[in-house]
């Protein structure tokens, strides 16, 4: 339990996050009104909501001993009342009523690499009322190549940090994503670079700006304030040299994978 308090325990150090969900909450949630939390963990979006006048929040997550955990929680913060707990994926939950607000983080680095998309659609179809409103509501994702030592360590790869000195090009930004109108579970951009310098290409770094409303807004971009999330890194097995004005077109594709849980990540490219 300890491991898993403190693996929980780094989303809610997270301040840039958790203001940021603080405030969408505060802004979206109507006194009264009936919320989904979508992958709850330890219960924090539950109980934000719940202080912004929630009288009932269904908060549904697939791990057993997180939502123990999340119990206590909300016993401890006197909220068990108002926060009905639900235990296993969302996709297979039914919950008695539909609800005005759905609000989850299941996002990764890259933002879409943690299958929010068909949470999203999911809980469009089969949790949210007419008119309802989804936080996040829109997610963009950020891509570049980069010049880089990259270190394996098993399963793991590791480089030290994402800085501007590593960029071999300017960095691509998506067209954001509309959560609330998008209907495709897989995400595919093509973004072109043309190398602003000379180097060895090995591998992209990625991030993403998320919109938890239209007017609030954060970014794990390495020029933002750090978040626990840092970025993500897609590496290229072996390093390729690359000249300065020679254009890269990318491919990358994420979409969800067969837990429920995770997406699959694919990316190629062609050096020209
Ligand atoms: C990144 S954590 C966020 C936890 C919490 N909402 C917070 O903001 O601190 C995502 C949580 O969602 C849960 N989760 C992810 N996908 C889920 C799914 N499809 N159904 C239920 N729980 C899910 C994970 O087990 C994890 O506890």
Redesign the pocket.
């Given at each position: 339990m300890q491991k898993l308090r403190k693996k929980?325990q780094v989303?809610?150090d997270d301040s840039v996050r958790v203001r940021a969900y603080e405030r969408a909450l505060k802004t979206i949630v109507q006194p009264g009104d009936i919320v989904a939390?979508?992958?709850?963990?330890?219960g924090?979006?539950s109980f934000i909501a719940a202080r912004a006048g929630a009288a009932r929040i269904h908060a549904?997550?697939?791990?057993p001993r997180?939502l123990a955990l999340a119990r206590e929680e909300a016993k401890l913060a006197g909220l068990e009342e108002r926060v009905v707990f639900h235990e296993g994926?969302?996709?297979n939950i039914d919950i008695p009523e539909r609800v005005d607000v759905v609000v989850t983080?299941?996002m990764g680095s890259l933002g879409l690499d943690e299958?929010i998309v068909p949470?999203i659609l999911d809980a469009k179809k089969y949790w949210l009322k007419d008119g309802g409103t989804i936080c996040p509501c829109r997610i963009a994702i950020a891509l570049v190549p980069i010049d880089a030592t990259i270190n394996y360590r098993g399963a793991v790869v590791v480089i030290d940090s994402v800085e501007e000195a590593c960029f071999l090009a300017t960095p691509y930004e998506s067209d954001p994503l509309d959560l609330m109108s998008t209907t495709e579970q897989d995400f595919v951009v093509r973004p072109r670079f043309t190398m602003t310098r000379s180097g060895l290409l090995s591998g992209f770094a990625g991030w993403f700006t998320v919109w938890l409303t239209e007017k609030i807004s954060f970014s794990s971009a390495p020029h933002c304030t750090d978040t626990h999330w840092h970025q993500r890194l897609l590496p290229l097995r072996e390093p390729i040299a690359v000249k300065e004005g020679q254009q890269l077109d990318v491919i990358l594709g994420i979409g969800p994978d067969d837990s429920?849980?995770q997406s699959i990540v694919e990316y190629d490219f062609t050096l020209s």
């Open positions: 929980h989303l809610l939390d979508l992958g709850c963990g330890l924090i979006l549904v997550e697939v791990e997180t994926l969302v996709q983080e299941t299958n949470l429920g849980l």
